[in-house]
């Protein structure tokens, strides 16, 4: 963890800002104004990219995927930089708060009554700009899984779980209780996933889930 240097009024006005730019839903904005109807109402009715795409239109997919993981990021170097009080010139304590309180934003954002996403995408924007080798090396194993699995739900557990190994071998200890803090939250908004992966019933990426897979 970073030493906490940052006046406390100061990151209690980085958190509320940074949990309003994660709230912000682009699966649904992207959706709507590509005119692909209401995204709570298809597929699994998450926000994210993996059920955009199963409205067949990759590229409002790909956008909400870019979106999500730029709002964490951005939050992070936004903070990192115009917080900067350490004397490496980065405010530290900033950046990770922010990075956990745009995370938050995505899973309990306010202005869809707190259900939100699954954050996948946001971790993984969150790693990059906290620490861009972790970062892409999450990635990396996430479109890994991907492909092997062809399940979007194993491959963002597999990465979120391995993020504290590339943390570990990239020397980046100072994001490691984040990391795992994150890390949970990602697998406690996975839960109806882990019960359909184990009873061999997850859907597989693009293809739609039955009325009782959500």
Same mark, same amino acid.
Not at 24 to 33: E, K, L, Q
Not at 169 to 176: P, R
């Given at each position: 963890m970073p030493l906490f240097s940052t006046d406390p009024l100061l990151l209690a006005l980085t958190a509320m800002l940074a949990y309003?730019?994660?709230?912000?839903?682009?699966?649904?904005?992207?959706?709507?104004?590509m005119?692909?109807?209401d995204l709570r109402q298809i597929g699994s009715g998450n926000i994210g990219a993996t059920n955009v795409l =199963? *409205?067949?239109n990759k590229a409002a997919a790909f956008a909400t995927l870019v979106l999500?993981?730029?709002?964490?990021?951005?939050?992070v170097l936004l903070a990192r930089w115009l917080l900067a009080t350490d004397s490496t010139g980065l405010a530290e304590d900033a950046a990770q708060l922010a990075g956990l309180a745009a995370f938050l934003g995505h899973l309990f954002p306010v202005w869809l009554r707190f259900k939100g996403g699954k954050g996948v995408a946001t971790f993984l924007g969150i790693l990059i700009a906290l620490a861009w080798p972790v970062g892409l090396a999450a990635c990396a194993t996430?479109?890994?899984?991907?492909?092997?699995? =062809? *399940?979007?739900?194993?491959?963002?557990?597999?990465a979120a779980a391995t993020s504290a190994v590339w943390i570990i071998?990239?020397?980046?200890?100072?994001?490691?209780l984040l990391s795992l803090v994150l890390t949970v939250l990602v697998y406690l908004r996975h839960g109806e996933n882990l019960r359909r992966i184990n009873a061999g019933t997850e859907p597989k990426i693009g293809r739609k889930p039955t009325a009782s897979q959500p």
């Open positions: 309003l730019l994660g709230a912000v839903p682009f699966g649904i904005v992207i959706t709507r104004a005119g692909l109807g =199963r *409205t067949g999500d993981a730029a709002k964490g990021g951005v939050a996430w479109l890994v899984g991907a492909l092997v699995t =062809r *399940t979007s739900s194993i491959a963002a557990l597999v071998l990239f020397s980046e200890g100072q994001i490691l």
